[in-house]
């Protein structure tokens, strides 16, 4: 079972990339483990997921046959399989760009004048509106002259 966290992810890479549950938890245990084993109705203690072994035994999507190293080859002939990998990792790095956010200010708050340029410069980039710099590329585009010439 899924932290509600990592339900939510399992649920945007079934529905926006059109995987199976299989798939989707796979991805999960590749790259984020700590999403998996938070319990279910019936058993709410955490299980620690670190072994495919631990996976196929928590998780009844995977089935006996499967194995670590087929769902991992699936990569090679799956393009969904690959677009939704792309897609986890962006969601992960975005995670680890907010946390560097915070440990940077916190470093910042305390003195550290190397955090601060450090701060002020991650910050310049991190928060950056991506909306208008697609606007301003759409924009240049844009030949404004008026083309009716009286």
């Known amino acids: 079972m899924l932290t509600k966290r990592g339900a ?11 995987l199976p549950d299989y798939k989707a938890v796979f991805l999960l245990y590749k790259y984020a483990k700590h999403f998996l ?3 279910n109705s019936v058993n709410k203690e955490k ?3 670190e072994t495919f072994e631990d996976l196929r035994n928590y998780h009844a999507c995977i089935k ?13 002939v ?3 399989f690959k677009k939704a990998e792309k897609w986890l990792l962006d969601k992960l790095h975005q995670q680890k760009e907010v946390s560097l956010y ?8 305390a003195g550290d004048v190397k955090s601060i340029k450090e701060f002020m410069g991650f910050s310049k980039s991190f928060l950056k509106d ?21």
Request: hydrophobic share 35%; net charge negative.
């Open 8 to 18: 939510g992810l399992q649920y945007d890479l079934m529905k926006n990339f059109d």
């Open 37 to 39: 084993g938070w319990g």
């Open 47 to 49: 299980v620690n997921i």
């Open 64 to 76: 006996p046959h499967m194995t670590e190293e087929f769902l991992d080859a699936l990569y090679v």
């Open 78 to 80: 799956d393009d969904k």
């Open 102 to 109: 915070h440990k940077l200010y916190e470093q910042d708050l």
């Open 130 to 150: 991506d909306a208008d710099d697609e606007l301003s590329q759409f924009l240049n585009g844009v030949d404004f002259s008026d083309e009716e010439s009286e």
